[in-house]
């Protein structure tokens, strides 16, 4: 039972809560968690549900516009994306001005902000019929993006949008695909990455979301506001776990520690090591999508044929940890990344790209979290209060003088 208390106007009162960990900051009826039961819902649907029936691109609908489509519904949204999904040509030198190996999230940042001056007549919020505009050309062009600042990096040939194939069929074809040459996917790896995709689409009031909803209360635009989620979402606390994982995983190896030991360090807390992909503010017991991903690790890794060593000792890291006093004590549990960098590098994404794929499948969730605060009347500028912690007034005192 989380006690709410309602509180609609400026009192004078302040409320100290660092990290929000108590504090509200809006009605949302699009995502439902209960953290201590591992109770994970998009609109009403258990997340087990989704990750196994639907569609990315379904569960985007529904978390953007409330409801499952309609089959008629469904296809005339996915025709819409299906339409959008080439990225202005310009865009070619825009990536070029970046170093090849910049970091991806960076660069995607600074491309989704871009979009705007390309779009500016679907800039206003207000207008539903623009932003309806907005969010399937956000849609439909990230993957494209992601996979042109991928192709970059790699110094490999850009290759552009096949209006025939699917959504996330065509995003893994453009990422790895050479022009000229077929290029055939396993639709149970297609599949795998859609399922990824669907659960990271929404996760409530997380940082990224979070910032994106407070950059969007100034009415900035959908593309300012999702461009700084993408920003709060780089961060190794926050989506760069996936990418976090995966070397501290390469680390054990390549050191040829034991799990033990490196567990141990963890709780020495020596230089600071967290158990990347372990913990959550809100899942205080297993991360349902933790749950899903480990079982899809298992048969990816399996079906491409690849023994890795990394996800042994992810389970073995896993067992040691959910038998530990320390991490038992804390209520420490895998997160839904800590297995999910061992499917993408098995898929052959390369570590600096798999917080960039977060960011895909996060991206429905910024888009109907920013609508769901747009439309909602209750809605005010975001600006937290403080503590003022610091000087009393002081006379300013001329250089000369300072000692
Ligand atoms: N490894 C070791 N100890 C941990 C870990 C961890 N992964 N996570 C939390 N703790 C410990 C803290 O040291 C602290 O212990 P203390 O009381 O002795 O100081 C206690 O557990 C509480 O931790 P907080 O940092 O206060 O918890 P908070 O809710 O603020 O942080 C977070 C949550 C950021 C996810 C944290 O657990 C973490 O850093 N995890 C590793 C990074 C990670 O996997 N992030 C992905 C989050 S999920 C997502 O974005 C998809």
Redesign the pocket.
């Known amino acids: 039972g989380l006690g709410i208390a309602k509180v609609l106007s400026t009192t004078g009162d302040v409320t100290y809560d660092p990290?929000f960990a108590n504090t509200a900051a809006c009605e949302s009826s699009v995502t439902y968690i209960d953290g201590d039961n591992g109770i994970l819902r998009y609109r009403g649907y258990p997340i087990e549900q989704l990750a196994r029936h639907s569609s990315f691109l379904e569960v985007a609908y529904l978390l953007i516009y409330g409801e499952l489509p309609d089959a008629a519904t469904l296809e005339a949204f996915l025709r819409r994306i299906q339409r959008h999904r080439l990225l202005h040509e310009d865009f070619k030198a825009f990536f070029t001005a970046f170093p090849h190996d910049g970091h991806p999230m960076a660069i995607l940042q600074a491309g989704v902000a871009g979009l705007a001056t390309y779009y500016e007549d679907t800039l206003d919020p207000h207008d539903l019929e623009k932003l309806d505009r907005a969010l399937v050309l956000l849609l439909a062009k990230m993957p494209t993006m992601i996979s042109y600042i991928a192709k970059r990096a790699a110094g490999l040939p850009l290759l552009y949008p096949d209006s025939q194939r699917g959504y996330t069929e065509d995003f893994i074809r453009m990422t790895f695909g050479m022009p000229y040459q077929a290029y055939d996917i396993d639709p149970a790896l297609v599949r795998a990455l859609d399922m990824l995709l669907i659960l990271h689409a929404d996760?409530e009031q997380?940082c990224s979301t979070s910032t994106v909803r407070l950059v969007g209360s100034s009415d900035a635009n959908l593309y300012a506001s999702v461009a700084s989620g993408i920003g709060a979402l780089a961060g190794?606390?926050?989506?760069g776990?996936n990418e976090?994982v995966l070397r501290m995983l390469n680390d054990i190896v390549d050191r040829g520690i034991s799990v033990q030991e490196y567990v141990d360090k963890?709780k020495n807390?020596e230089d600071g090591v967290?158990?990347?992909?372990?913990?959550?503010?809100v899942y205080k017991s297993y991360d349902p999508r933790a749950a899903i991903v480990k079982d899809s690790a298992h048969d990816v890794l399996t079906r491409l044929g690849k023994n890795d060593q990394k996800l042994d000792i992810a389970m073995e890291l896993e067992e040691i940890a959910l038998n530990d006093e320390y991490f038992v004590q804390?209520r420490?549990y895998p997160?839904?990344?800590f297995y999910t960098g061992l499917i993408y590098s098995a898929m052959g994404f390369p570590t600096k790209m798999f917080t960039p794929l977060f960011a895909l499948g996060r991206l429905p969730g910024w888009i109907a979290q920013y609508r769901e605060m747009i439309i909602d009347p209750q809605t005010r500028i975001g600006r937290p209060r403080q503590v003022y912690i610091g000087e009393v007034e002081r006379d300013y005192v001329p250089l000369r003088a300072r000692k």
Do not use: E, S, T
């Open positions: 990290g996760h997380n190794p606390k926050h989506g776990a976090a963890v807390k967290r158990l990347m992909g372990f913990g959550h503010r804390r420490l997160n839904v990344d």
